[in-house]
Protein backbone atom coordinates (compact mmCIF):
# COMPACT_ATOMS: atom_id res chain seq x y z
CA UNK A 1 0.00 0.00 0.00
CA UNK A 2 1.32 3.74 -0.60
CA UNK A 3 -0.31 6.95 -0.14
CA UNK A 4 1.39 9.82 -1.61
CA UNK A 5 0.22 13.58 -0.30
CA UNK A 6 0.14 16.65 -2.65
CA UNK A 7 -1.38 20.34 -2.34
CA UNK A 8 0.77 21.66 0.45
CA UNK A 9 2.37 25.25 0.04
CA UNK A 10 2.77 28.64 1.78
CA UNK A 11 -0.51 30.83 2.04
CA UNK A 12 -1.53 33.85 3.58
CA UNK A 13 -4.24 33.89 6.55
CA UNK A 14 -7.49 33.94 5.30
CA UNK A 15 -6.32 31.56 2.14
CA UNK A 16 -7.11 28.14 0.99
CA UNK A 17 -5.42 25.08 0.02
CA UNK A 18 -6.34 21.99 -0.89
CA UNK A 19 -4.87 18.91 -0.17
CA UNK A 20 -4.13 15.40 -2.07
CA UNK A 21 -3.71 11.97 -1.03
CA UNK A 22 -3.43 9.53 -3.96
CA UNK A 23 -3.72 5.93 -2.85
CA UNK A 24 -2.49 2.86 -4.72
CA UNK A 25 -2.25 -0.83 -3.09
CA UNK A 26 -5.58 -1.06 -1.48
CA UNK A 27 -8.81 -1.17 -2.35
CA UNK A 28 -9.75 2.10 -1.87
CA UNK A 29 -13.32 2.13 -1.14
CA UNK A 30 -13.05 -0.76 1.83
CA UNK A 31 -11.01 2.09 3.97
CA UNK A 32 -11.60 5.23 6.04
CA UNK A 33 -9.16 7.88 5.70
CA UNK A 34 -8.15 10.32 8.10
CA UNK A 35 -5.82 13.50 8.01
CA UNK A 36 -3.98 14.15 10.82
CA UNK A 37 -1.40 16.80 11.61
CA UNK A 38 1.78 17.72 13.36
CA UNK A 39 3.33 21.02 14.09
CA UNK A 40 7.01 22.18 15.14
CA UNK A 41 7.34 20.72 18.49
CA UNK A 42 4.02 19.30 19.14
CA UNK A 43 2.55 16.30 18.79
CA UNK A 44 0.54 14.59 15.75
CA UNK A 45 -3.45 15.73 16.25
CA UNK A 46 -6.01 14.48 14.63
CA UNK A 47 -8.04 16.93 12.10
CA UNK A 48 -10.60 15.14 10.38
CA UNK A 49 -11.82 11.62 8.94
CA UNK A 50 -14.28 10.12 6.17
CA UNK A 51 -15.91 6.81 6.34
CA UNK A 52 -15.34 4.34 3.98
CA UNK A 53 -17.68 3.57 0.90
CA UNK A 54 -19.80 6.53 0.13
CA UNK A 55 -18.14 8.32 2.84
CA UNK A 56 -21.37 10.03 4.45
CA UNK A 57 -19.84 10.23 7.56
CA UNK A 58 -16.80 12.57 9.04
CA UNK A 59 -15.81 14.34 11.24
CA UNK A 60 -13.44 16.90 12.71
CA UNK A 61 -11.85 18.43 15.17
CA UNK A 62 -13.22 21.78 16.70
CA UNK A 63 -10.14 23.69 15.57
CA UNK A 64 -11.26 23.26 11.78
CA UNK A 65 -14.64 23.05 12.09
CA UNK A 66 -16.58 25.30 9.19
CA UNK A 67 -13.23 25.78 7.39
CA UNK A 68 -12.23 22.60 6.48
CA UNK A 69 -14.06 20.03 4.14
CA UNK A 70 -13.13 16.34 3.84
CA UNK A 71 -14.30 14.49 0.88
CA UNK A 72 -13.13 11.35 -1.67
CA UNK A 73 -13.28 9.74 -4.87
CA UNK A 74 -13.44 5.97 -4.68
CA UNK A 75 -12.93 5.79 -8.86
CA UNK A 76 -9.69 7.98 -8.37
CA UNK A 77 -8.54 6.38 -4.87
CA UNK A 78 -8.07 9.47 -3.39
CA UNK A 79 -8.92 11.33 -0.25
CA UNK A 80 -8.69 15.20 -0.35
CA UNK A 81 -8.61 18.16 2.47
CA UNK A 82 -10.57 21.40 1.48
CA UNK A 83 -8.75 24.07 3.84
CA UNK A 84 -10.49 27.14 3.57
CA UNK A 85 -9.92 30.53 5.96
CA UNK A 86 -6.13 29.08 6.75
CA UNK A 87 -5.15 30.18 10.17
CA UNK A 88 -1.44 30.24 11.40
CA UNK A 89 -1.71 28.04 13.98
CA UNK A 90 -2.70 25.89 10.77
CA UNK A 91 1.24 25.55 9.92
CA UNK A 92 2.15 22.21 10.69
CA UNK A 93 3.05 19.05 8.29
CA UNK A 94 -0.38 17.07 7.01
CA UNK A 95 -0.32 13.62 6.88
CA UNK A 96 -3.10 11.16 5.58
CA UNK A 97 -3.84 7.57 6.88
CA UNK A 98 -5.51 4.71 5.59
CA UNK A 99 -7.43 1.98 7.91
CA UNK A 100 -9.94 -0.67 7.54
CA UNK A 101 -13.10 -0.11 9.78
CA UNK A 102 -12.68 -1.52 12.75
CA UNK A 103 -9.02 -2.00 12.86
CA UNK A 104 -5.87 0.09 14.14
CA UNK A 105 -3.70 -0.76 11.55
CA UNK A 106 -3.20 2.68 9.50
CA UNK A 107 -1.20 3.35 6.57
CA UNK A 108 0.27 6.58 6.11
CA UNK A 109 1.36 9.13 3.70
CA UNK A 110 4.84 10.70 3.80
CA UNK A 111 2.96 14.34 4.62
CA UNK A 112 3.42 17.67 2.88
CA UNK A 113 4.10 21.05 4.41
CA UNK A 114 0.94 23.70 4.84
CA UNK A 115 2.88 27.14 6.17
CA UNK A 116 0.03 30.17 6.74
CA UNK A 117 2.34 32.81 7.13
CA UNK A 118 1.54 37.00 5.58
Known amino acids: ARLVESGGGLVQPGGSLRLSCRTSGITFSRYNMVWYRQAPGKDREWVAA?????????EYTDSVKGRFTISRDNRQNSAYLQMNSLKPEDTAVYYC???????????WGQGTQVTVSS
Open 97 to 107: GAYLPYTDNYT
Open 50 to 58: IASNSGSRT
